[in-house]
């Protein structure tokens, strides 16, 4: 099968299409209906189906006789250990887990937020709940308490699961204080808390509330997994969007098995047995598709690293992983690689460990400069293979198809639509764009399995957000071009999202966590680029008149209101003081030629704008 007839065949046939990828998972009950509308203008998967996707995870693999197979493997540097799990022994705990949260009440339907590091009970944790039907959350762990109480709110958790700490590098962060502060924020109280004492820090447990992990599981009964409807919300996971709320993206369950086990084939030509290694986190979409679900999907061993690229100890930290566990293949952000480059720039770490296990590398999660692309293609020899998604679509929109055929790589660009994503370069019309000219990047409705489902709690702001743009296509806000040859670059958000070290960051959040200060007047934050991370934001503030603060105070002040508020992750370390902020006549902030002048680009003067100078004002603040 050549990608151009597989494509084809996903546009034109997708029942005939899906219902063969269907096929190859475990059902409760096998769906009759392949897709159906639904009355947001979206679509469901597999409506009459049955399973339940922490079996088709893991006990679907010891049916398939893998049981004494490693499933996962965890490698801690930080913590100087490692511990590998096989199918059954993976089986055995998330059972008795799900038992475990069984006996305190939860069940299907029931939300639980998982606030954790990347240690196995975080895996353990969301197989859990799947087994029993309950809705998992996953918090990432680097965003503060506010963040962790909005998400409590929003989805409105039966209980919190949690660990006494998490370990960046050498700091280790205490998880309990931050959970104990979002809980008192948040209007909703979850009923219980679990809590899984690391023997770095041990956490004070609140009596009647909180639970030790380990002694609610020793004597806890396994459980089956439980079936649940195809079209049943496996996970919400939040993501940033253009306001200070955080979006979140509902999963099913059907759909997303489906799609994430053919994505194993498709985009990493994943067999069996193969080690697969998504250096990411579980708080986010990388982490839940590609560390968790789609590799066990896919009978694969699976890497839990706790670490960093670089630091833990060194440069050549991946390199000794995929050594030391023989990696296939190994998926990470760009931004992980250029660190790894700033800090290595012959490779010579490379030279000290055999990666010859290492068929291909994997990068998404931004845009992956040719600069990057180049250094690791000449110093591994390996392909090097770039994949364009977001937390929407839970798996790779374009993509080098490796499964079905090989493409040619152009540096830049994400390659081809994965089957299944009608992808065209679009006009805020709809009208499609001539080749190689840029516009908005859009997925002719209807999407495929494994995309979002939903806004949590809000079909209106779904519609809103991604379907009411562009009439008839998912709108991804990202923009770019389709060149000559079908090949599709992407090059970047036409909305206010940011994305720093290959995190997904809203700068209207930031923005109205710095205009809550005091002494501002208005404000303004935009992504500027940076040659590490990708994107740092910078903050522009007015103050307000009569006010008399130090300007390098308040600088401190507001990074300290957004690492308190968002979190260190944010990397927000610069607020200048401007006398006016560029605008419109009919006052819109012009950030997007912000933004160029940061970036040191040329910018074209608007002819809406509403003070020209201003513009020469900021491009001297820029260069102080
Ligand atoms: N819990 C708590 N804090 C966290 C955290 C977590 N899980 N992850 C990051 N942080 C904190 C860091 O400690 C740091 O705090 P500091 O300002 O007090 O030093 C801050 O958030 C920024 O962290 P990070 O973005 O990791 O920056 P860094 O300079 O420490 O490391 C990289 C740079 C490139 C090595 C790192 O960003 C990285 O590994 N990037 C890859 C990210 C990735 O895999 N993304 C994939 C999504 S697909
Ligand atoms: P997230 O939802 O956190 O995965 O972030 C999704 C966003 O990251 C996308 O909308 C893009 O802006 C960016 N992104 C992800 N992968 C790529 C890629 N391969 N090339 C360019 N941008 C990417």
């Not at 679509?43 to 079996?55: A, M, Q, R, T, V």
């Not at 006996?103 to 009970?121: A, C, L, N, Q």
């Not at 209106?460 to 060149?483: A, H, N, V």
Request: glycine fraction near 8%.
């Amino acid at each position: 099968m050549d990608y151009n007839s597989e494509f084809r065949r996903s546009i034109d046939r997708p029942d005939e299409f899906w219902r063969e990828q269907a096929a190859n998972i475990d059902w409760f009950k096998s769906p009759d209906t392949i897709w159906q509308a639904t009355d947001n203008g979206h679509g469901e998967w597999f409506p009459d189906g049955e399973l339940n996707s922490c079996d088709v995870a893991l006990d679907a693999n010891i049916r398939a006789g893998r049981g004494d197979q490693t499933a996962l493997i965890y490698d801690s540097p930080v913590t100087n250990s490692q511990k590998s799990y096989t199918y059954n022994e993976l089986t055995a705990e998330v059972a008795k887990f799900a038992g475990a949260l069984r006996d305190r009440g939860i069940s299907k339907g029931d939300r639980v937020i998982i606030y954790m590091p990347m240690i196995p009970e975080a895996v353990v944790a969301m197989l859990g709940c799947a087994r029993i039907g309950a809705i998992h959350s996953v918090v990432f762990g680097g965003f503060a308490a506010h963040e962790l109480a909005v998400r409590i709110d929003d989805a409105q958790p039966k209980a919190i699961i949690t660990a006494s700490c998490g370990i960046e590098v050498t700091k280790v962060i205490e998880y309990k204080p931050l959970v104990d502060k979002a809980i008192d924020q948040a209007s909703h109280k979850p009923e219980f808390c679990i809590l899984y004492q690391r023997p770095q820090v041990t956490a004070q447990l609140q009596e009647g509330r909180d639970y030790d992990w380990s002694e609610l599981t020793t004597n806890a009964r396994p459980v089956e997994p439980v079936p649940v409807k195809s079209t049943d919300p496996l996970y919400i996971l939040y993501t940033s969007g253009t306001t200070g709320k955080p979006k979140g993206v509902v999963r099913d369950n059907g759909g997303h098995a489906v799609a994430l086990r053919y994505s194993m084939k498709l985009v990493y030509d994943a067999k069996p047995g193969d080690v697969y290694w998504a250096a990411s986190d579980v708080g986010w979409v990388v982490g839940h598709s590609y560390i968790v679900y789609a590799p066990l999907f896919a009978g694969c061993t699976t890497i839990l690293y706790e670490g960093k690229p670089v630091k833990t100890p060194d440069a050549g930290a991946f390199w000794r992983v995929v050594q030391d566990h023989k990696v296939n293949m190994l998926f990470t952000a760009p931004t992980a690689f250029r660190a790894v480059r700033k800090e290595d720039p012959e490779a010579d770490h490379l030279t000290r460990y055999d990666i010859s296990s290492l068929k291909r590398l994997f990068l998404a999660g931004e845009r992956l400069d040719p600069a990057t692309y180049e250094w690791l293609r000449e110093q591994t020899g390996l392909p090097v293979l770039d994949h364009w998604w977001q937390t929407e679509t839970g798996w790779a929109i374009c993509c080098n198809p490796v499964g079905i055929e090989m493409m040619a790589t152009k540096p830049g660009s994400a390659t081809v639509p994965s089957p299944g994503f009608n992808v065209q370069v679009v006009d805020m019309e709809g009208n499609q764009v001539p080749a190689e000219e840029q516009g908005q990047i859009a997925v002719k409705l209807p999407l495929p399995p494994g995309c979002m489902m939903t806004v949590w709690g809000d079909d209106e702001r779904f519609r809103k957000t991604y379907l009411d743009p562009i009439k008839g296509f998912y709108s991804s806000g990202d923009g770019g071009f389709i060149d000559d040859d079908g090949y599709v670059f992407v090059m970047g958000r036409t909305d206010d999202v940011i994305n720093v070290a290959g995190h997904r960051l809203s700068t209207g959040e930031m923005e109205e966590v710095v205009a809550s200060h005091p002494a501002i007047a208005e404000c303004c934050v935009v992504g500027a680029q940076d040659e590490m991370k990708g994107q740092i934001p910078v903050g522009l503030v007015l103050i307000k008149d009569g006010a008399t603060i130090d300007h390098d105070e308040l600088e401190e002040e507001l990074v300290d209101m957004v690492r308190e508020k968002i979190g260190a992750i944010a990397c927000f370390r610069r607020a200048m003081v401007v006398e006016r902020l560029p605008k419109t006549r009919s006052g819109k902030i012009l950030r997007r030629v912000i933004r160029q002048i940061a970036d040191g680009e040329d910018y074209s003067v608007p002819s809406t704008i509403d003070d020209p100078a201003i513009l020469e004002e900021i491009r001297q603040h820029f260069r102080n």
